[in-house]
């Protein structure tokens, strides 16, 4: 069982920033992938960032390269999302979560944790 707990979603104007964690309980989770996903209202839920057990292999949705960046600390069991230069498109909940292996995926069926999401909402 891994327990996964997001934070930090809130309101900001666009063009603003936003620092995301997810704190993890449970398996180890030192040994685990780990992915950022969002969804919108009336959207699929969609990759934005991976990063792998040791973060030596990070990958990035297209929309999230540039302006996201995704980090962990294995030490504190949580894995962060900075978020900067917001739009109003990236608007959506997001979702923490697990992947067993230790190379993050892009799919939603590779992972087998979510955390309950935290809700970004960014103005015009």
């Known amino acids: 069982q891994v327990q996964l707990v997001e934070s930090g979603g809130r309101l900001v104007q666009a063009g603003g920033s936003l620092r995301l964690s997810c704190a993890a309980s449970?398996?180890?989770?030192?040994?685990?992938?780990m992915g950022w996903f969002r969804q919108a209202p009336g959207k699929e839920r969609e990759f934005v960032a991976g990063?792998?057990?040791?973060?030596?292999?990070?990958f990035y949705a297209d929309s999230a390269k540039g302006r996201f960046t995704i980090s962990r600390d294995n030490a504190k069991n949580t894995v962060y999302l900075q978020m900067n230069i917001l739009k109003p498109e990236d608007t959506a909940v997001y979702y923490c979560?697990?992947?067993?292996?230790?190379?993050?995926?892009?799919?939603?069926?590779?992972?087998?944790?979510w955390g309950q999401g935290t809700q970004v909402t960014v103005s015009s």
């Open positions: 990063i792998s057990w040791g973060a030596r292999l990070i």
């Open positions: 449970g398996r180890s989770f030192s040994t685990n992938a």
């Open positions: 979560a697990a992947d067993p292996r230790q190379v993050p995926g892009r799919l939603k069926n590779d992972y087998d944790y």
